[in-house]
């Protein structure tokens, strides 16, 4: 069962966080209410070291980057050493 249905079906408490922000109830304002929760959170907001959700994304685009060019190089590294030995073996 997905927690769309599950929430009105047990009369859960819907609980989340979007952008650092909490939507309806905060998670302690919840914890209040003494119900069973539904919670969407999302950790790496809320445990990284920078308290900014824009300089997280960026720094996440930074390393999806620095990851990507790391490949292509690797690629590019491999091509130039096969052609490297193909030249080498007369080839």
Not at 18 to 46: Q, V, Y
Request: aromatic share 10%; with cysteine.
């Amino acid at each position: 069962m997905d927690a769309y249905r599950a929430i009105p079906k047990y009369d859960l408490l819907y609980v989340s966080d979007s952008g650092m922000m909490w939507r309806k109830h905060t998670f302690e304002a919840a914890l209040d209410e003494n119900r069973s929760l539904c919670l969407l959170a999302h950790p790496i907001s809320w445990l990284h070291e920078k308290d900014d959700l824009i300089a997280i994304i960026r720094e996440v685009e930074d390393d999806d980057r620095r990851r990507a060019a790391q490949r292509f190089d690797t690629f590019a590294e491999n091509h130039l050493k096969y052609y490297e030995r193909r030249l080498a073996e007369g080839v």
